[in-house]
């Protein structure tokens, strides 16, 4: 059964498969939740330094928080301390990326996973790893919803912070607001 993450509610989760869809240098997928702390550590493995983190606090607004030049041992600090957060967390979203391949990985709201590359068929391997399959048609969360049945997203609080604590926090160490 597709999970999704703990602030998101999604109204037909069974209509969700491990999938995704690959148009030009984007690919679009959808992963159950349980798999997405993993994944994301997967997919800057394959990444290029200096690497970045992009925090949207409001997935709705054009709010953007970075923290750039970071080593992947930085980053997995940052994300062993922070990652539960942002992963459950259904009102914001953020991106992990290279500053010089400009590959990134952009996790939506609703945990729509977006990849951009200029050689993106190079992480269909990593994708399958994961048990997503390619489609001609992926079928995300914003697929599910009708005026009868929203999606719904919402502000977690995880150990007492929530994501805009967590930006206040990485403040101290160099995220500014773009």
């Not at 509610?9 to 159950?32: H, R």
């Not at 709201?109 to 399959?133: C, N, Q």
Request: glycine content about 8%; charged content about 25%.
């Amino acid at each position: 059964m597709f999970q999704t993450a703990a602030g998101v509610t999604v109204p037909f989760p069974e209509k969700l498969s491990e999938q995704y869809e690959l148009d030009g240098n984007t690919i679009t997928a959808n992963l159950s939740f349980e798999k997405l702390s993993d994944f994301v550590h997967s997919f800057y493995a394959e990444l290029d330094e200096p690497l970045f983190l992009a925090i949207h606090p409001d997935a709705e607004s054009d709010e953007v928080w970075y923290l750039d030049g970071m080593t992947k041992k930085q980053l997995t600090m940052i994300l062993d301390g922070y990652g539960e957060l942002l992963y459950q967390d259904g009102l914001s979203a953020f991106a992990i990326g290279s500053l010089t391949t400009e590959e990134e990985l952009f996790v939506q709201k609703y945990k729509v996973l977006s990849i951009y590359s200029e050689t993106a068929k190079r992480f269909v391997p990593l994708l399958k790893k994961y048990g997503m399959e390619p489609t001609g048609h992926l079928v995300t969360a914003w697929d599910t919803f009708s005026e009868e049945k929203p999606g719904a997203a919402e502000r977690l609080e995880i150990a007492g912070q929530t994501v805009p604590d967590m930006i206040k926090e990485l403040c101290k160490i160099g995220m500014y607001k773009g």
